[in-house]
């Protein structure tokens, strides 16, 4: 095991306002468990769960409530005891509604009790035992997306993880959930990271950790001491977004990810967020489901900003209250970082397994993008990490050119938002690129329908022959 | 910008929720802070003639852009300090003893027909304030093309009561006709001895137009852009190289000479790095900066003007859309 620098560095990025000594330094407090969870079928990326449980059913915690439903799709448990009082659709961190769970919690009975899934010794275990584990105590990434993570960990045939770098590079404005686990549960992180050798194969490790995080590099440097194999502590310069996938990759393995639909694996990669493996460790040692996360609760509008343990289905409102209440009438309530995060409407939305931030922002903090026209100048293209043109594409998308915005690779754009960031016009360049790629994704999808309702009438046809 | 926030509602916004706070009306302000050294130095150079210029040309453009946005119905845009900046750059290209009538008409023209006729700024396919020193060109010659004499500021002054004379850039324009058998061109020695001396070429101490004779205020301002990061090397470095290794192959006046002489060092600093007239990629810049230098020199040492370098940068505007889509950035991951 060595500390070395990141070898190479990627085009673009920017240095928005980092702001994390706001919460950098408050240990990760439990939330007394709130009266009322809010508990979502739609916490991961792929297909929302199934919903196996109606009005007036009691659950027990880590109860099964949502079956998976698809391949790209992950289970949901009851992240508290209690009784159901409805399930209706419920407007989630990212603006979408979706099922949700509204459960009346009681208090545990038992202070101590039984895990809920049978431990697992993962010296002695199967790698698919190990899998299984990682499937059924329904975890995802954490660090945003909420990709499943027994998909990731589970490469198609004919593909090998030759890495598996560990996010922690946390490089979203505020936010330091991911930097408090690594600090308080660094043997957590060592756990799972083994956890995930046996199931990967013995893979090099990477482990990713941003410049200004000295005190993680020091307790990562503690926890992996005595590991075995190729494992490396990366320490990557201060620039967003170097906590993307593409880019933690290159910085780490000096690996390129080609452009959509590619992966991480296709190049022998498998990416996961520090807290994701704390989350593995912890569902195969402990027989502890992903029930719970750390969030991070700041901005300049809440009174002490904190870093919370916090079941999923936790309300912002009640978030908000354990960390003292509003200091001030937030202008912007944001599920996430500043720079990729959500902007929500009211603070009755409820925490997902993804849920790594909410901030307060004060009217100070706020200002207004606009639709100036573009004068050329160039920053959003420096910026763009992708190494696109979001000017051109900005341009066409204002004209409704969707087509020069895809041959622009409009599609490869990883919505990090460096390039609005430093607009001098307050372009919305990110948003026109996300407007691009929903029109093309709907395109895409209604050839798909169409090709398929094509292929059924001529089997049809063949079939009345 | 600020939005309004009634107690009890919240913004909603597409993500990015940060900036960096950067803005169109900085960016102007630090172009017109970049060319204060080069305008003090006209004014020192030329007198109340240069100042007058440059105050007719600012106020007149201003106006303009206001009265062309109330035309159009469109928000005022005058906050944006953009027109200050077209006026500022048209009047740093104009010889200082323009009448003040003419002045006003280019200012008009820079504004009301390359500029905002197009919509404003950013979608202007020329640069306004050289589209407007082209058309001044074109239309008042005489005017245009009279230099007055820069006051002698220093003690040995010399004694000649001459108030206009040409630029060295006419001077060495016939320099490059020297091995030529049949040129009827002065002996080189002795052309030699009608350009300014470095030093002059340097400060400023020669004819031209107010804003392009000091090359020391002008590197300055250029060095404050590149250290605001408002433009980037790329076509100040590559138009001014290409002249240079231009002038060395083609022989004639010192290829030095070249460079700080006529309108080199405004155009390649100033002029070609408009934004919206020049390419938005860096490999697109090099191509741009190298065409402005070659057309400039081509001009130069064929043309009909003794001074090539503003129709250079036109003719490149003209070209920047190809350039732009000739090189497109190769996205990450992209084969």
Sequence with gaps: MKTVKSPFKFKGGVHPDYNKELARDMPIERLPLPGELVISMSQHLGAPAKCIVKAGDEVKRGQVIGEKNGFISVLVRASADGKVKAVEKRLGPAGSSADAVILETVPPEDNNPAPILPPLDWKTATREELLKRVEEAGICGMGGAGFPTSVKLNPPPGKRCEYLVLNGAECEPYLTADFRVMLERADRIRVGVEIMRKILGMCAVRIAI????????????????????????????????????????????????????????????????????????????????????????????????????????????????FCGGEKEHPAKIISGGTMMGFAVSSLDIATTKTTSGLLLLSSRKVFQYGSQACINCGRCLRACPMNLNPAEISKAVEADDIKTAENAHVMTCIECGACSFGCPAYRTITQFCRRAKASIRARMAAERAAAAAAKAAEDAKKEAK | MKPKTPENHFVLSSSPHAHANSSVRRIMLDVIIALLPTTLMGIWFFGLPALWTVLVCVSSCVLTELACRLAMKRENTVGDLSAVLTGLLLALNLPAGIPLWMAIVGSIFAIAIAKQVFGGLGMNPFNPALAARAFMLISFTGPMTTWLRPISRCCCCDATDVTTMATPLATMKRMFGVDATTSATPHFP?????????????????????????????????????????????????????????????????????????????????????????????????????????????????????????????IMNAVCPLINRWTQPKPFGAK
């Design chain 2, 190 to 314: 002795k052309a030699m001895e009608n350009l300014p001396s470095l030093w002059d070429m340097l400060i400023g101490n020669m004819p031209g137009c107010i804003g392009e004779v000091s090359a020391l205020a002008l590197a300055i301002g250029c060095a404050y852009l590149l250290w605001r990061k408002v433009i980037t090397w790329h076509i100040p470095a590559s138009f001014i190289a290409t002249v240079f290794v231009y002038s060395l192959i083609a022989g004639g006046a010192p290829a030095y000479a070249q460079v700080l002489t006529g309108g080199v060092m405004l155009g390649a600093c100033f002029m070609a790095t408009d934004y919206a007239t020049s390419p938005i990629t860096a490999k697109g810049k090099l191509v741009f900066g190298v065409g402005c230098g070659l057309v400039c020199m081509l001009i130069r040492q064929f043309g009909g003007y003794p001074e090539g370098c503003s129709f250079a940068i036109l």
């Design chain 1, 210 to 321: 941003e410049d200004n995080k000295p005190e993680a590099i020091t307790a990562m440097e503690k926890a992996f001491a005595d590991i075995e194999g190729n494992v490396e502590i990366v320490r990557l310069p201060v620039l967003y977004p170097q906590g993307s996938e593409k880019h933690q990759i290159y910085a780490t393995v000096g690996r390129i990810v080609p452009e959509p639909p590619a992966l991480p694996i296709d190049v022998g990669c498998v990416v996961e967020n520090v807290g994701t493996v704390a989350a593995i460790a912890d569902a195969v040692e402990k027989g502890e489901p992903l029930l719970e996360r750390v969030t991070t609760v700041s901005g300049d509008a809440v009174a002490t900003p904190k870093n919370i343990l916090a079941p999923s289905g936790t309300k912002y409102s009640d978030l908000v209250a």
